[in-house]
């Protein structure tokens, strides 16, 4: 499978991921890897372990991987070298899971997929209008810190300006932006940042799945409604 233990964080962010899982519902090893085999196997997408956050007594944001000052506490892979690849089986994931306890699922941008990234608001009018005028769509997922992540097509990301520019955008303050190659978002039912789970608005569908729309038929829509929610 090529997932390896290797250093997460020198070994100290397993034993950390232990002692920062945080309250509430707290999913078992086999409902983790559950979750990882229908991404990998159901989906035919990447997995990687991602760290997590917790709240302290006193109110700060403690993450998984040991780091005294951590840039993105909760939300980024333990070691971009381990993953657990699209196609891999329940038992698979199961035993690969097993070495990253507590882990956070992350889905790697710029190979099945890529993501537009909008405020929460302006993804769930956007939804309703991409639905009523029947343009594909792939799985579209909210985030606790107010955004909605739209899948499409891998590329979407470092074309957006070209895009926007042969759409007349180019020149909106527009609150979109595109996540693709070397990119990671945290899968649902996953913990963001401590700040809560992500989830589904649209969830996946075997026949989406494999292939997300291309960014231009969604990208008008997404970006009427950001440059309508920011007037």
């Avoid at 595109?178 to 963001?192: C, F, Q």
């Amino acid at each position: 499978m090529g997932f390896t233990i290797g250093a997460i964080g020198g070994l100290s962010g397993i034993r950390e991921l232990h002692q920062l899982r945080p309250g509430g519902r707290r999913r078992s090893r086999a409902s983790a890897a559950t979750a990882v085999a229908e991404y990998t196997g159901l989906w035919g997408w990447t997995v990687v372990p991602g760290a997590r956050a917790a709240r302290t007594a006193g109110g700060r944001t403690e993450c998984s991987c040991g780091a005294s000052v951590c840039p993105a506490p909760g939300a980024h892979p333990l070691d971009a070298s381990l993953e657990v690849p699209a196609g891999a089986t329940l038992d698979e994931a199961g035993e690969a899971w097993a070495q990253v306890p507590g882990a956070a699922l992350l889905l790697p941008t710029g190979r099945h997929f890529d993501v537009l990234d909008v405020s929460e608001s302006a993804g769930h009018r956007a939804l309703v209008r991409l639905e009523r005028m029947g343009l594909p769509l792939g799985p579209v997922a909210l985030a606790p810190h107010g955004r909605a992540w739209f899948f499409v097509a891998p590329g979407a990301a470092a074309e957006l300006p070209e895009l926007l520019y042969r759409m007349g955008w180019d020149d909106a303050e527009l609150d979109l932006r595109g996540a693709g190659e070397g990119e990671y978002i945290t899968a649902p039912p996953s913990d963001l940042g401590g700040r809560g789970p992500v989830r589904w608005l649209r969830p996946p569908t075997l026949e989406g799945a494999g292939s997300p729309p291309q960014a231009r038929l969604l990208l008008g829509t997404l970006a009427y409604v950001c440059h309508r929610s920011a007037a």
